[in-house]
């Protein structure tokens, strides 16, 4: 079954422990991105991917580190966190950027204390 | 940068009547548009999206958006909600390489 998976689903954790939440696609999708939804600002985008080793900021991306060593992975790190990086994260993938349909993870539920 | 209004945070309609769910972008140059909707604690699923041709896109569910540049708009409508269409709806612009958001309105059904 083509998706995109998120691990962990829900996260407390306290703030300045870091923490990895990882994404994975199996669609052999190059474009990748992770996003923060938040109530009232809708989506915002953290980090994007073009390929593999090719990333780039987006609207967000302060307290945010990522990487893309492989294709299918594209894990969100947050070194030292802070209560106002608590929300709802997600990641997609597609087949590339403009036009291309982004298919979304389940999302990951972050608290930081 | 382009950027996406939705109009309404909350749009209550009754089964059976018109759905209608306002999308206004800004950008220097059309842009790809999008329609996403989002069920109770699940991730985003396209309903439909205009790149190129045809302004009146059709989507899944019954949804339609037509894409009027004169009114830099991509309303969503659909003639007739049902109970299973109650969620949170996002229009989109992407351009370049990157995807900005609305802000989401969530459409409830009243029986």
């Known amino acids: 079954e083509a998706q995109v998976t998120q691990n962990p689903r829900y996260l407390i954790t306290v703030t300045g422990k870091k923490l990895t939440v990882t994404c994975s696609q199996n669609?052999?999708?190059?474009?990748m991105s992770w996003y923060r939804q938040d109530p009232g600002l809708g989506l915002r985008q953290i980090y994007y991917?073009?390929?593999?080793?090719?990333?780039d900021k987006g609207d967000v991306p302060e307290g945010y580190k990522v990487s893309r060593k492989e294709k299918r992975n594209f894990p969100l790190i947050l070194e030292s966190p802070s209560p106002n990086q608590t929300s709802l994260y997600f990641c997609a993938s597609s087949l590339g950027s403009g036009g291309y349909t982004q298919y979304f993870g389940p999302g990951t539920r972050l608290t930081v204390l | 940068a382009q950027s996406v209004t939705q109009l309404g945070s909350h749009v209550s309609v009754s089964e059976g009547a018109l759905v209608l769910l306002r999308c206004n972008y800004s950008s220097s140059v059309p842009p790809y548009l999008f329609w996403y909707v989002q069920y109770p604690n699940q991730g985003l699923q396209l309903l439909l999206k205009y790149t190129t041709g045809a302004t009146l896109v059709k989507g899944i569910n019954g949804f339609e958006a037509e894409f009027k540049k004169s009114e830099t708009s991509f309303h969503l409508t659909k003639p007739s909600a049902h109970m299973s269409d109650a969620a949170e709806y996002f229009c989109?612009?992407?351009?370049?390489?990157?995807?900005?958001f609305g802000a989401g309105t969530r459409l409830t059904v009243k029986p």
């Open positions: 989109a612009v992407s351009l370049d390489n990157d995807m900005r």
């Open positions: 991917s073009m390929n593999v080793e090719v990333t």
């Open positions: 669609m052999n999708h190059e474009y």
